[in-house]
């Protein structure tokens, strides 16, 4: 199930108001190590958060190359016209380092507590694919329009238009909603890793693949992206990936070549800028190298 798709990596930070300080650390740690992706999870909800949006661009204002990305964006908590023109708006102060990763929306008490209106089960779907639609369209510049009972925009002029593009990738795990992603979406994001099984990935990948070859578009065009919780080391006791350097290469290695996905952000559950450092310097090198040489040896 291997998709041949250049190995990206990325970091989860951690967007508490009490830890800003160490969060501007790793981001700083994981740029200078040459990751790809800061990740920050989005739940507006909780008194304890930063708002991912302003945890972002003060991230991309502190580093110099890495890339940046909701993971993900709470779509029922936000216009999608008014995602669009935010993303757009990112993407030209940084250019090329903004990926836009939305969701349906996990916690319909918490959109409701916010004064959103929740949508549940085939209404979200619905609900989640025009705004989709409706991000895809406004990100490409031109008018926006759209009058369904969920999404009712009239004639929005959207710009700027981001050069390079920004991506737009969803988080799901249900059938109906990975269907949306292959239809819909430029890359998956799975759940984490103990959330997500490895061994219920594959039902899933044939799930986005046959959605989108129906929709007329070439799967190995989606970017997948797994969220992997653990810790790197002689770490016992706790859910996730655990393990020395060599286990973490040979795991994420078959997750690559086996499993689909192409970029790996790593949620470190201890010591976390030590544990980015060994990530950068030790893991991700080990992957690359590994991946490439069971490609070599498939002939792709």
Do not use: C
């Not at 790809?36 to 909800?45: F, G, I």
């Not at 619905?126 to 991000?135: F, K, N, Q, S």
């Not at 009239?154 to 981001?162: E, M």
């Amino acid at each position: 199930m291997d998709y041949g798709r250049e190995l990206e990596f990325g970091v989860s930070i951690d967007p508490t108001a009490a830890d800003l300080a160490a969060s501007r650390r790793l981001a700083l740690v994981a740029d200078r190590a040459g990751l790809d992706y800061l990740a920050v999870q989005d739940h507006p909800y909780q008194p304890s958060h930063l708002e991912v949006w302003t945890l972002l661009t003060h991230l991309a204002s502190i580093t110099e190359r890495i890339g940046v990305t909701p993971d993900v964006l709470d779509l029922q908590l936000r216009l999608p016209s008014l995602v669009a023109k935010s993303a757009a708006s990112f993407a030209e102060i940084a250019p090329g380092r903004v990926a836009l990763g939305v969701g349906g929306g996990a916690t319909p008490h918490g959109v409701e507590a916010l004064g959103g209106t929740p949508h549940a089960g085939a209404d979200m779907v619905r609900y989640t694919e025009e705004a989709l639609a409706v991000l895809r369209r406004a990100l490409a510049g031109g008018a926006v329009r759209l009058d369904t009972p969920r999404h009712r925009i009239a004639g929005y002029q959207a710009g700027p238009v981001p050069r390079p593009p920004v991506p737009v990738w969803l988080g799901s795990q249900k059938p109906r909603m990975l269907a949306v992603t292959g239809r819909a979406a430029d890359g998956w994001i799975s759940p984490l890793n103990i959330y997500v099984a490895p061994h219920e990935v594959p039902e899933r990948q044939e799930a986005i693949d046959r959605a989108a070859r129906e929709a007329g578009r070439d799967p190995r065009d989606i970017r997948r992206i797994y969220n992997v919780i653990g810790a790197i080391g002689p770490y016992a006791g706790a859910n996730g990936l655990l393990g020395d350097v060599g286990v973490w290469i040979d795991t994420l290695s078959d997750w690559a070549v086996d499993l689909g996905f192409d970029t790996f952000v790593f949620w470190p559950m201890t010591d976390a800028e030590r544990q980015v450092e060994v990530f950068a310097s030790e893991v991700v090198p080990g992957i690359r190298e590994r991946v490439a040489q069971r490609r070599k040896e498939a002939g792709r």
